[in-house]
């Protein structure tokens, strides 16, 4: 019997990336927002929690995987890199036992790729291998295409499915938990206060590299206007730590 004909083709990676690369690209949603002059961005958050709420989760269930949420405009995909280091090698030492350290279990959610898409959640400095991300894949796929219980629309407007980058972030959390990382390091995709890795209540300290003009027809035109969205990660009680800026910048930052 063929994989196609006992059904091992609908679950393996490639057709994970099939089904992925179906749902609408970050060049369409772009578009989208270019159109409406970044308007739909205030949907992002609400439509995030109810798919969300579709798996069986709410925001705060996130809390405990101690994220460290990385905003900028250059050098965050960098410093994402260097703290995913720095966590894996040092280890952490138990209050019972001070002379032994245990190694972190350590996840990375970065983007874009270079080469898999697989290589933007990584685990211990590794991306996910193919058996999981396929098996991770269609967990998140078989919830949401599910009858029951129904998706919350929080517009008109909204898709009954998340588009590209919002489903991977969906699986990046639902893989983070399920595998049980100590840290989570989350890397912003665009601007900050509307991308969908802003979704955790409580990360453990957040930070902002450094800032210059992007995404112009989405975040704004002006250098404080990006780094309002940008600073957007900012979270009441949360440290938040800043390279060193553009002044008028920096005081939008230090605002939020």
Not at 26 to 31: K, S
Not at 223 to 237: D, N, R, V
Request: charged share 20%; proline share 6%; glycine share 8%.
């Amino acid at each position: 019997m063929s994989d196609v004909e006992n059904g091992a083709t609908r679950r393996s990676y490639e057709s994970a990336i099939v089904d992925l690369n179906n749902l609408q690209t970050n060049a369409a949603t772009l578009e989208m927002i270019r159109k409406s002059r970044g308007a739909l961005n205030r949907f992002s958050l609400p439509e995030m929690t109810a798919f969300l709420e579709k798996l069986g989760y709410e925001p705060s269930h996130f809390n405990k995987l101690n994220v460290i949420h990385v905003s900028g405009t250059k050098g965050k995909g960098s410093t994402c890199a260097f703290v995913n280091s720095i966590l894996r090698n040092a280890g952490i030492r138990s209050v019972d036992d001070p002379s032994g350290a245990r190694k972190l279990k350590v996840g990375l959610y970065t983007s874009p790729h270079l080469v898999e898409v697989r290589e933007r959640i990584c685990i211990d400095g590794k991306p996910i291998t193919h058996e999981m991300f396929a098996k991770y894949f269609y967990a998140v796929w078989d919830k949401l295409k599910a009858p029951e219980p129904p998706l919350r629309l929080v517009s008109e407007s909204s898709p009954q499915m998340p588009m590209y980058f919002m489903y991977l972030t969906l699986m990046c959390l639902h893989v983070f938990l399920q595998e049980k990382v100590d840290v989570a390091i989350l890397e912003v995709g665009m601007g900050g206060e509307y991308d969908n890795t802003n979704i955790v209540p409580r990360p453990v300290v957040c930070g902002v590299t450094s800032l210059g003009l992007d995404h112009q027809y989405v975040l704004g035109e002006t250098l404080p206007e990006i780094a309002y969205h940008k600073g957007g990660i900012a979270k009441p009680g949360v440290p938040l730590f800043c390279v060193p800026q553009n002044e008028d910048a920096l005081q939008v930052v230090r605002n939020r």
